[in-house]
């Protein structure tokens, strides 16, 4: 059975890829349209993404988290804001690398999260639901990259 919402379906071996349209960019950020929303996100990048504004481009998207991220029991998945760089996310944990000190949440679009000092990736379980604010320094790099 497929999915055909191109913002939130992840292959099941990649759950931290992005989906998304290309609306602007410059040699160190990048505006990404999330399909079927409204989200504009402004991510930096360290290169230039080689797309063309209006194309799909597929990659990952890495933030820091400024203090703790807490579990929480209601709610739906977000990014706060929905235009501008990531202030806030809330979503359901995808995926935890215990090795990095990340994990994935499904946040409207997969996010991987580089979690603050004060806790471990460990933390977590995979299926719960999770918000957290985080640093400005969202980074937005191609599949590949």
């Known amino acids: 059975m497929s999915d055909t919402n191109a913002a ?7 759950p931290h890829r992005v989906r998304a349209i290309l609306e602007s960019k410059t040699d160190d950020t990048v505006v990404l349209a999330l399909p079927q929303t409204d989200y ?3 991510l930096k990048t360290l290169s230039a993404i080689p ?16 203090k703790r991220f807490d579990v929480v029991k209601t709610g739906g998945r977000y990014i706060e804001p929905l235009m ?8 359901d944990i995808v995926a935890i690398d215990t090795a990095n000190n990340t994990m994935t949440v499904n946040c409207v679009t997969p996010v991987v999260v580089s979690i603050a000092s004060v806790q471990k990736a ?4 995979v299926g719960r639901f999770v ?11 191609l599949a590949g990259d």
């Open 131 to 141: 918000a957290g604010d985080v640093k400005s320094d969202a980074m937005f790099s």
């Open 84 to 91: 501008g760089q990531p202030r806030r996310i809330q979503g």
């Open 122 to 125: 460990s933390d977590f379980e």
């Open 40 to 42: 504009r996100l402004h």
């Open 8 to 14: 939130t379906t992840q292959p099941q071996t990649k």
């Open 51 to 66: 797309s063309d504004p209006g194309d799909r481009v597929v990659g990952t998207i890495r933030i820091k988290a400024a």
